[in-house]
């Protein structure tokens, strides 16, 4: 039997995937601690991967999970707000029997839980966030991994699939760094940073162009797609400045901070 290789595309189809909600791309709406909340979420969601569709867990167990320590009071209490809020928004169900019939008001951070995520908004239009991804980011060594998750999270929700013309199926993402700094509520600098990360971390990869003086656009994919970042990007390029190639005043590799 011959041996063909398949596509990225096709390779990504078959990596496992949970779904956030659109909706909370905007993690500046969500509160002070927004995307802390967002990163929770998925953490719960990434554990409730199961026939259940439960994740059995809990304050400590979680903070132990994204390499947290636990010995903080403070960050105890930040966890333990951030689950009740997710809670109150209606995004989890925490319960405290497996029976799933006394929902938890209260959280003690020794104790696991019954948490179910109620994928809340998803019909509305969700974003697709890798397993792989989500591991690389848990073992990050860095103290700032939610608000680079939110950075990520706006980078995936904004993958754009072109089911008509010469760019059928390729995901690539073209939202502006001030998008992301609006969203989130992060300062510029630091959206460039997070994203940089995510590059060194090989999960995301950038191309940018300079279109003329005064304008430069990034361009990116997930890591898998490297490969086609830049064949893909060029038309979306052209199409959005109605200029060719040629054209352009250069170009490179990497997240370009103009």
């Not at 689950?83 to 959280?107: V, W």
């Not at 003690?108 to 591991?135: L, R």
């Not at 860095?142 to 199926?169: C, H, Q, R, V």
Request: aromatic share 10%; net charge positive; hydrophobic share 35%.
């Amino acid at each position: 039997m011959k041996n063909e290789k398949i596509s990225t595309t096709q390779q990504e189809r078959l990596e496992s995937f949970i779904k956030i909600s659109k909706s909370l791309t905007e993690t500046k709406k969500l509160g002070e601690n927004g995307e802390l909340d967002v990163y929770h979420l998925t953490i719960i969601k990434s554990l409730a991967n199961n026939f259940e569709g439960v994740a059995y867990t809990g304050i400590n167990h979680i903070m132990r999970f994204i390499g947290m320590s636990t010995e903080q009071s403070k960050t105890k209490a930040r966890t333990k707000k951030s689950l009740l809020s997710l809670q109150e928004m209606g995004h989890i169900e925490i319960y405290e029997d497996r029976e799933m019939q006394s929902m938890a008001n209260d959280l003690k951070p020794a104790n696991n839980y019954f948490i179910k995520p109620t994928g809340k908004d998803e019909e509305c239009g969700f974003a697709k966030v890798f397993y792989k991804d989500i591991q690389k980011i848990i073992s990050m060594k860095s103290d700032y991994k939610p608000k680079i998750f939110a950075a990520y999270l706006n980078i995936i929700s904004n993958m754009f699939y072109d089911n008509t013309g010469t760019n059928k199926n390729v995901p690539i993402s073209f939202i502006a760094i001030d998008t992301i700094r609006k969203n989130t509520g992060i300062n510029r600098n630091s959206v460039v940073e997070y994203l940089k990360v995510l590059v060194k971390e090989e999960i995301l990869y950038f191309v940018h162009f300079r279109i003329n003086n005064s304008t430069t656009k990034n361009y990116c994919t997930r890591w898998i797609h490297k490969e086609h970042t830049a064949k893909w990007a060029i038309p979306f390029a052209q199409y959005h400045y109605k200029l060719e190639k040629d054209k352009f005043k250069g170009g490179g590799i990497g997240v370009s901070e103009e």
